[in-house]
């Protein structure tokens, strides 16, 4: 079956940074666009970073541009999220999505304070 497992998640440093890790099984993830999602406390989840296949083409929030960086190992099957300069106001939870097979990760708690 479809697995997407987040990891890296953690308490950071405002202007620190995090790289988050999404292992994907149950499907072709090289033909697969792929994307991370964030949801704060009582706010809605919200679209951070999508990255198409096979060559990788991304696309950010316009409140991560400049800040985030998404990537793609095919050969790991692993999606990645750099997240550098981060501020309190990343502080969410943050899940991985398959698009396509409207398919979840658990999410991975990034909390930014000093």
């Known amino acids: 079956q479809v697995q997407l497992v987040e990891s890296g998640g953690g308490l950071v440093q405002p202007g620190g940074s995090l790289r988050l890790s999404c292992a994907a099984s149950g499907f072709t993830f090289s033909s697969s666009a792929m994307s991370w999602y964030r949801q704060a406390p009582g706010k809605e989840r919200e679209l951070v970073a999508f990255i198409t296949y096979p060559g990788g083409t991304t696309d950010y929030a316009n409140s991560v541009k400049g800040r985030f960086i998404i990537s793609r190992d095919n050969a790991k099957n692993t999606v990645y999220l750099q997240m550098n300069n981060l501020k309190p106001e990343d502080t969410a939870v943050y899940y991985c999505?398959?698009?396509?097979?409207?398919?979840w990760g658990q999410g991975t708690q990034v909390t930014v304070s000093s």
């Open positions: 999505k398959w698009p396509r097979g409207n398919y």
